[in-house]
């Protein structure tokens, strides 16, 4: 059983910058692909960003330059910094594992 605990989400201005952070715990062998996805309203679910494993990572070309993924000091945290933040950005954002097991979500809105 693996659990993922999001925080940060919120209200923001066109321009403002949220920092999501992610907690796993659980059973599982490691947490090196590790990352964030979005759903936006009527929107399919897509990547934001994310540990590959081998030290690599992915953006999605629309967040490219605003956003970046880091992690804690343990492997098993993981943030989202977001700057620049867009309307279009509004959305559910999930913590992944394993492109398996995802967080309840937390809400993102920019408007102004």
């Known amino acids: 059983q693996v659990q993922l605990v999001e925080s940060g989400g919120g209200l923001v201005q066109p321009g403002g910058s949220l920092r999501l952070s992610c907690v796993a715990s659980g059973s599982i062998f490691s947490f090196n692909v590790m990352g964030w996805y979005r759903q936006g309203p009527g929107k399919q679910r897509e990547l934001v960003a994310r540990f590959n494993g081998a030290g690599s990572t992915t953006y999605a070309d629309s967040v490219k330059g605003r956003f970046t993924i880091s992690r804690g000091i343990a492997e098993n945290t993981v943030y989202l910094q977001m700057n620049s933040l867009k309307p279009e950005d509004t959305a559910v954002y999930y913590c992944?594992?394993?492109?398996?097991?995802w967080g309840q979500g937390t809400q993102v809105t920019v408007s102004s």
């Open positions: 992944n594992v394993l492109s398996k097991f």
